[in-house]
């Protein structure tokens, strides 16, 4: 039984050589596996531990953290058999080599949204831009934790101009690449259209 992982994607760098470079990447390759495979069960815990420590640094900014080869020391680690004395210390480090990559995916997931946020913020921004430069007075604000939700206020908003901005433009497309959910748009006489832009 090999060490135990939980089911995730390999992150891998393909490239596209020459067919004189496959050759030699082939013959490294073969190098690599058969020097792979003649480690012992305590050189590949050896060459995990390794892979887990090298660069590992944990900073402030989830971002800057350098979580150490974790690929290069899953594949040693599953190259561990369960007779192997260091098959017990093998199934900690990849508890280990788990829960790095979870963190990993977890910062990066965090950056994402709020690189998000921040375009949603700039839309909006450069869309008070737009409508001052055709001379509409509006006042645009964001709601919710991610700032999915616009709203824009102005007196000149009437249904019909609003529908045609909604079925004949890409404006809600746009809008729904960003992230937003849901738009709406009122005037000064309490008219109020608000559309989901949930896909």
Request: glycine share 4%; net charge neutral; proline share 3%.
């Amino acid at each position: 039984m090999k060490i135990p992982f939980a089911n995730e994607d390999e992150c891998t760098n393909d490239q596209f050589l020459p067919p004189e470079q496959d050759l030699i990447k082939d013959s490294v390759n073969k190098q690599i596996r058969k020097s792979f495979q003649s480690l012992s069960s305590a050189e590949h815990l050896e060459e995990a531990k390794n892979a887990l420590q090298d660069g590992y640094c944990i900073d402030a900014d989830p971002m800057k953290t350098v979580w150490g080869r974790l690929n290069d020391a899953k594949r040693h680690l599953m190259a561990i058999g369960p007779q192997a004395p260091q098959y017990d210390t093998a199934k900690g480090l990849a508890d280990e080599v788990v829960l790095r990559k979870k963190k990993m995916r977890d910062a990066y997931a965090v950056a994402v949204n709020q690189y998000m946020v921040n375009q949603r913020k700039t839309l909006a921004n450069e869309l008070d831009q737009y409508f001052v430069s055709k001379g509409i007075c509006v006042e645009i604000d964001l709601d919710g934790a991610d700032k999915t939700s616009l709203k824009i206020s102005s007196a000149v908003f009437r249904i019909r101009s609003i529908n045609r901005v909604a079925d004949e433009t890409a404006f809600f497309s746009h809008l729904r690449r960003a992230g937003f959910t849901s738009i709406s748009f009122d005037n000064s006489v309490g008219e109020v259209k608000s559309y989901k832009l949930e896909s």
